[in-house]
């Protein structure tokens, strides 16, 4: 299976602070990646799929970038509802995994 | 509205049996791909399964391969997993998802989730 690793696995960060999050795959996965945004006690949303593009409906201020190996989801401008977990997957290969996660929590 | 709603989780003793349902509806159900992806209590995402539209072809991870099954009516709307044999850590909340039109494999709209608790 392609392991994902992300880095940090806790942020804290300001309103308005631009905010980036790396995931690492185990192996090059092209840009089959995608980014999930999910808070307490509520489903996974979509953000980002081909690792760079945006779901329709999602702010600008989100954006990805990167392929093979390294990928980055950037929030230009940190707003209060964007606290929460970002999950990161992979769509190269079965099993499509998932990295174990970004917390943004506030400074 | 595209929505989601699953139902069908609870207690169970390990070894025991549940089956979960998946009701949608806002679109062409038969249509589209469907997953379930589940999450420990405070861990991360991970896939479990995926049914093409028409329910002739599914996928299972290593972890459940064997003891759940996935499959779907459409003239119902609605999705399913069979679980069997369950064990202690198969507890954990269970998303059904929609896959993309547009991208191959990617979830793009998820369930609020149900939860499955496998203790004695």
């Known amino acids: 299976d392609i392991q994902l690793t992300q880095s940090p696995s806790f942020l804290s960060a300001s309103v308005g602070d631009r905010v980036t999050i790396t995931c690492r795959a185990s192996?090059?996965?092209?840009?089959?990646l995608a980014w999930y945004q999910q808070k307490p006690g509520k489903a996974p949303k979509l953000l980002i799929y081909a690792a760079s593009t945006l779901q329709s409906g999602v702010p600008s201020r989100f954006s990805g970038s990167g392929s093979g190996t390294e990928f980055t989801l950037t929030i230009s401008s940190l707003q209060p509802e964007d606290f929460a977990t970002y999950y990161c997957?992979?769509?190269?290969?079965?099993?499509?995994?998932f990295g174990q996660g970004t917390k943004v929590e506030i400074k | 509205e595209v929505q989601l709603v699953e139902s069908g989780g609870g207690l169970v003793q390990p070894g025991g049996s549940l089956r979960l349902s998946c009701a949608a509806s806002?679109?062409?159900?038969?249509?589209?791909?469907m997953h379930w992806v589940r999450q420990a209590p405070g861990k991360g995402l991970v896939w479990v399964s995926r049914i093409n539209s028409d329910g002739s072809s599914t996928s299972y991870a290593d972890s459940v391969k064997g003891r759940f099954t996935i499959s779907r009516d459409n003239a119902k709307n609605t999705l399913y997993l069979q679980m069997n044999s369950l064990r202690a850590e198969d507890t954990a909340v269970y998303y059904c998802?929609?896959?993309?039109?547009?991208?191959?494999?990617?979830?793009?709209?998820w369930g609020q989730g149900t939860l499955v608790t496998v203790s004695s």
């Open positions: 806002g679109f062409t159900f038969s249509s589209y791909w």
């Open positions: 998802a929609r896959e993309s039109l547009v991208e191959w494999l990617v979830p793009d709209y």
């Open positions: 192996q090059g996965i092209s840009s089959y």
């Open positions: 997957q992979q769509l190269n290969s079965y099993p499509p995994t």
